[in-house]
């Protein structure tokens, strides 16, 4: 069974930094990657998704992920953190974009200082 | 359009109480996901319906827990006699079911079980 970790609880940042979000996962085959972006008492927004193909994703908001399978990661980045950034991030992992097996991390908590 | 709905987005229940949570998808989406996220947790996948097939209902944690998709749109979830751990966002999503489809979620139900 596929599982995802992410080993950063809280990162906290200031305005205008860059940032990166780690995320590794485990799964036999090559996997179907994302991340989601939670803002406060908002439902989860896909920021950008991996299946195939060139392993660096553009994503909305700026933000970016490479897939390297030699390290299983799926880093998310950003090179100049806004502060409506501020957000829980989840990275998620699926054997298909169907959802059946599809693996939440326990997500990242961002903070960014004015 | 619309994106997905949830109601009530807040439910305050006594604990041995039975409760609905009610998920309106996109239009036109056929796949429907309901997931739970406990305080500082990731996404704990529940349930999946796709189409006219048979749900998936391999994450359902008891059998207290159930749910149905009327018509192939509107979900219901329902828990009956509540516990506290059962406190948590419960969140729906859809998506158009392709393998490119994208989950799309709502604002979730946070429900507390006192």
């Known amino acids: 069974a596929q599982s995802v970790t992410q080993p950063d609880i809280h990162i906290t940042v200031s305005e205008g930094a860059s940032l990166e979000l780690r995320c590794n996962y485990s799964y036999g085959a090559t996997p179907y990657l994302f991340w989601y972006v939670q803002s406060p008492g908002q439902g989860l927004q896909l920021l950008l998704k991996y299946f195939s193909g060139d392993t660096l994703v553009q994503g909305i908001k700026g933000f970016e992920a490479e897939f390297k399978r030699s390290q299983s990661s799926f880093n998310l980045r950003k090179p100049s953190v806004h502060w409506s950034d501020a957000a829980e991030y989840f990275c998620?992992?699926?054997?298909?974009?169907?959802?059946?097996?599809?693996?939440f991390g326990p997500g990242t908590r961002l903070s960014v200082l004015p | 359009g619309a994106g997905v709905s949830q109601s009530p987005s807040n439910k305050v229940t006594e604990k041995g109480k039975d409760v609905e949570l009610r998920c309106d998808p996109i239009?036109?989406?056929?796949?429907l996901y309901w997931y739970r996220q406990s305080l500082g947790q990731g996404l704990e996948f529940l349930i999946y319906?796709?189409?006219?097939?048979?749900?998936?209902k391999s994450g359902l944690p008891s059998d207290r827990f159930s749910a149905e998709r009327t018509g192939g749109s509107v979900s219901t979830l329902t828990i009956q006699r509540t516990q506290q751990e059962d406190s948590a966002v419960y969140l729906c999503?859809?998506?158009?079911?392709?393998?490119?489809?994208?989950?799309?979620f709502g604002p979730g139900t946070r429900l507390t079980v006192t």
């Open positions: 319906f796709q189409g006219n097939s048979a749900p998936d």
């Open positions: 239009s036109g989406h056929t796949a």
């Open positions: 998620a992992v699926g054997e298909d974009n169907y959802g059946q097996n599809f693996v």
């Open positions: 999503a859809s998506s158009r079911g392709s393998r490119s489809g994208e989950q799309y």
